[in-house]
């Protein structure tokens, strides 16, 4: 072996890409002086690459992972390009190309101005929403001619507020054809993914894309119309509003008592508001006289009879436990008989509807009355 040909084979060309992990590139051209590659060069393609070869402006081959020797036998396509029929010994010409095809994962999506719908509840609404999705290139060709063209280096964030447009826009048109109701999206984050994936995947497919994850996070209100939700809410909960108000009044009440230095105005301030009212229906229920100028005196007038109270014990409904087993609900006579038997004694639990646990029925107040004839426990 001659000296010339220990030296050919000492410099033989070794092309490869080991990309950068703190950089999100997508494609990177290989750079060779003149684009010379000389014959019998090596090609390292590794997982997660493909390897494109471009000559005078059109692809000639990719090559999936692997090591080639890049010769006649090995690129056909390109070396029809080349008009090589015999082999060749001297450099050749060609652009190559890297390509990842991994997964670049947790890219973000979101609206940046809310969208209005229509709500089956509450009407038209204003929304929000962001999430996160994942892709790949699942066509080099495609997105080699589409896409990176010339570029010596193409990076995900060339693409990425494209892909954000397309994905807010087919996600817009899925939310509103799921016509799922506000109160009932946070359940159904995933449903609306699902149908969201196959409306956007056609557009990314034209790329040479593949959108492989579709993650809602949050959809969301604008915050004025959360704070008048939650007020509805709160009024949920609080259930009856005249309750609530007689609860009200009767707290406003014992704090008066418990602060006689300025509860006591405050509370004679209640009662004559109190009072000017009660004058006031009653001059609403007087009798009107017949003639405008007419006076009638309020004092000769006779109230309406006032309507009898409701019978003592008459809405009791109380369970009691007899003999370790809950028993009833009993009515005030169920009750009067049971203590009399002694079935039910002062210490007895008891329960009804509204109560938070069993009680003994001698802590209950309106029940009391029954053990009024009996005589008080011995003491221990």
Partial sequence: MGLLDRLRGEFIDIIEWTEPSQNEILAYRFPRYDNEIKNGAKLIVRE????????????????????????????????????????FESPFKCEVYFISTRQWTDQKWGTQNPIMLRDPEFGPVRLRAFGNYAFRVSDPGTFLKELVSTDPSFEAFEITAQLRNTIVTKFIDAMASAKIPILDMAGNYESLGKVALPRIAPDLASMGLALTQFNVENISLPPEV???????????????????????????????????????????????????????????????????????????????????????????KYHAAIAGQSAGPFDWAGLQAKVASGEITRSSLVWKSGMANWVAAESVAELQPLFAHLPPPLPK
Avoid at 50 to 68: C, H, I, R, S
Avoid at 232 to 242: K, P, T, W, Y
Avoid at 254 to 281: S, V
């Fill in 48 to 87: 997660g690459q493909v390897a494109a070869f471009v000559k005078e402006g059109q692809l000639a081959d990719v090559k999936t992972p692997g090591m080639y020797t890049l010769d006649t036998n090995n690129m056909p396509i390109l070396s029809k390009i080349l008009g090589w029929k015999y082999g």
């Fill in 226 to 316: 959360e704070r008048a939700l939650d007020k509805r809410s709160e009024m949920g909960v609080l259930g009856n509003l005249d309750n609530y108000m007689k609860y009200q009044t009767a707290e406003a009440v014992r704090d008066a008592a418990n602060n006689p230095g300025g509860g006591g105005a405050a509370l004679g301030a209640g009662f004559g508001a109190g009072m000017a009212i009660g004058n006031q229906m009653g001059a609403a229920f007087a009798p009107k006289p017949a003639n405008p100028n007419e006076v009638i005196d309020l004092h000769n007038v006779t109230p309406p009879a006032a309507a009898p109270p409701p019978l003592p014990g008459a809405n009791i």
